[in-house]
C-alpha cells in the first residue's frame, strides 16, 4: 500500500485540489487495502473448497465445509487488510496538495 501511495501522488493531490478532503483520501485507501485482502480470502476459500472436494473425491469421502473457519478467516483478512492499509492511507492523507501535483 505504501507503494500505491507513493505512485498515485499526483491523484491524491488532484482529489484534495478538488475539494476532497483527509478524510476522503483516507478511506479511499482503507477500503482499498481491505478490499484487497478480502478477495484474496475469497480465492483461498474457493480454491481450499475446490481441492478439498478433490481430495474428497479420491479419498471416496465426503466434504467438511467449517462455517467458523470460513467466517474467521474473513473477519481476520479485514482486519490484516486494515491493519495494513492504516499507515499508507495516514500518509496519504496528510499529503499537500500543492506538493503533490509537482511530485514527479
Known sequence: MLVSVN???KEIGLIKALGGTSRDVRMQFLWESV???LIGALVGIVAGV?????IAF???SGLVLLWGWIIG???LCSAVGLAAGLYPAYKASKLDPIV???YE
Not at 475446490?50 to 478433490?54: P, R, S
Request: no cysteine.
Open 7 to 9: 505512485e498515485r501522488t
Open 100 to 102: 503533490a501535483l509537482r
Open 50 to 54: 475446490l481441492l478439498g472436494n478433490i
Open 58 to 60: 479420491f479419498l471416496n
Open 73 to 75: 478467516g474473513i473477519v
Open 35 to 37: 478490499l484487497i485482502s
